[in-house]
């Protein structure tokens, strides 16, 4: 896995069809987690998929929680649905904030659980000591969902 890879979790896909997550009206974050985290390197490996709440960094400059998404989208196109964000993610640099980033966890805020998405791989360690922080979503969307018959 390389920096900026983006990985779905498997249990998506069955917590989509279960109703878990709502594409068009829930409330997605991003929450930036340290090296602790049980994140596979492989989308062969099945991993935990719900409240990284525990592995979150803290520091100034940072909200536990993470980061709300604020202009979510969906848009369906021959059997294709793309999920999408109008807007990237940045957190300031901050003289006290967390030094130990190794990936960005992105998440159902909605959903009783805070059961997860997919996550980023950041490359880490990432300082928000040594530079802003920024997310900027790939051009074609976070990810799509594809209807096969």
Partial sequence: MARNDWVTFEEF???LANGV???????????LVDE????PVSTSVE???TDFSGNEVSGTGYSPGGATLSGTSTAEAAGVTTFD??????WSQNGAGPTNIYWAILYND??????????????????LQDGDVSITW??????TVTVSA
């Fill in 13 to 15: 896909s069955l917590d």
């Fill in 21 to 31: 997550h709502n594409l068009g009206s829930n409330t997605f974050k991003v929450g």
């Fill in 36 to 39: 602790t985290v049980p994140v």
């Fill in 47 to 49: 991993p935990e998929w």
């Fill in 85 to 90: 964000d109008t807007g990237n993610v940045t």
């Fill in 110 to 127: 909605s959903a009783a659980s805070k059961e997860c998405v997919g996550f980023l791989d950041m490359g880490g360690p990432v300082s």
């Fill in 138 to 143: 790939n051009a074609s969307g976070i990810l």
